[in-house]
């Protein structure tokens, strides 16, 4: 970035002047916040001059047109290293883009580097031994959730417009509601996965976009769906048109408000912030639902040995060999998985099973259910650092709804009274993703909450 920044000022277009900014805030703010592993200014400007030479011409590129895009450094892009956070890929370098990149890339997106994660995607702290602890924009020493941690904090610091992540139990809704920006995970197998090197768990990680307005959240999903041959976990489905329906109202949608167990679990100022939301549905029309979901308060922690078993196969070979090269939390917490026995695996699926059909059976009286994303806003590094309680803390309403396949959108909602960011969590049955993103614009049109940038003086109203 010191060459770039040495650079002289010059005449330059729209799409260059926006790139331009946003490698300005990444060079001022991230060696604090440790948003980024690798920058990529100059393929960057030159995209972007590429992008402004096709608007003089009356071309557009595509729905994305010369916006600033990060990509979670566990997604390849041609030509740059792809550490996936870890020593083992340090030196890694794709030698082609990730289905996604190439996607966002055919749309316009402009790539302007890598974002910092948690090691190996196994965690929600970003606190990352090999590459930088991650640190959040509204408080540098809180952290910014993770696994996405990178990409959230990037859009928070208004380093790029939108940010690639990847999502198993909360890696991109969490970031999303602890950094003050929206976030969505979308139907497993909607997003093509071809292009990364690291699995959580192949039956429920899935990519997904980060923007501080759902309206670009929903243009950054309508680039990446579709279906992929190459990923043995695509899907088919056709969305049709639905981004001239986001501006359509939700007068008699729906919203399934749980009765219990999400508010006990909640501290009192994201209660207040998530409660004020629903009025401001109610206002927009929208029919509030009373849902019994039971056995929510088990339903995070029931089916946890699915993942640590199969994180743990996926990394046996590392683990068996290499245990130094991991970070000490990532591999105690990876090590869990060896204990799970196949019967253990069986009676965590049997009860996957359950709580989907109870989620799936919610759905006939509700369009949506409506939670907190996470219970408390951003911890602190320091508390941060008992990793495996705060992974669990923060992802306690977001890897129900993973288990039952549900597709889940975050946006902010308020602050609490320190100032921090509170999300609200939207989730649908399968392919609702339309659905979704069109109640998010509704609320944006309605608030502000999204605008806000750290460094604002915000308070809870």
Known sequence: MEEFSKQAAQPCGPSESLVRECLARIEEGNDRLKAFITVMPDQAIAEARRADAAAKRGESLGLLHGMPVSVKDCIDVAGVRCTNGSPFFANYVPKEDAESVRRLRQEGAIIVGKTNLHELCFGSTTQNPHFGKGANPWDPRRIPSGSSGGAGASVAADMCVGALGSDTGGSVRTPAAINGVSGLRPTHGAISMHGTKIQCSARFDTFGPLARRVTDVARLFAALAGYDRRDPVSRRHEWGNFLPELSRGIKGVRIGIPRNFVWEESDPDVVRAVQEAI??????????VDLD????????????????AEGASFHRKRIEEQPECF?????????????????????????????????NDAFESAD?????????TAPSAEDAREMLKT?????RFTFPFTW?????????????SEGLPIGLLINGPAWSEALLLRIGA???RETDWHERRPGQRVTAQ
């Open 327 to 359: 970070g000490e939390d990532v591999l105690s917490r990876l090590r869990l998985g060896f204990d799970v026995s196949g019967m253990q695996y069986a009676d965590a699926e049997r009860w996957r099973q359950r709580w989907a059909r109870t989620v």
């Open 404 to 416: 039952a396949g549900c597709p889940g959108l975050s946006i902010p909602c308020g602050f609490s």
């Open 391 to 395: 992974t669990l803390r923060i992802t």
């Open 293 to 308: 979901l039971l056995h929510f308060e088990e339903a995070q922690h029931a089916p946890m040995a699915l993942v640590l």
């Open 442 to 444: 509704a609320y944006q």
């Open 368 to 376: 949506v259910i409506l939670t907190p994303t996470t219970p408390t």
């Open 279 to 288: 009025e401001t549905l109610k206002r927009l029309g929208a029919i509030p």
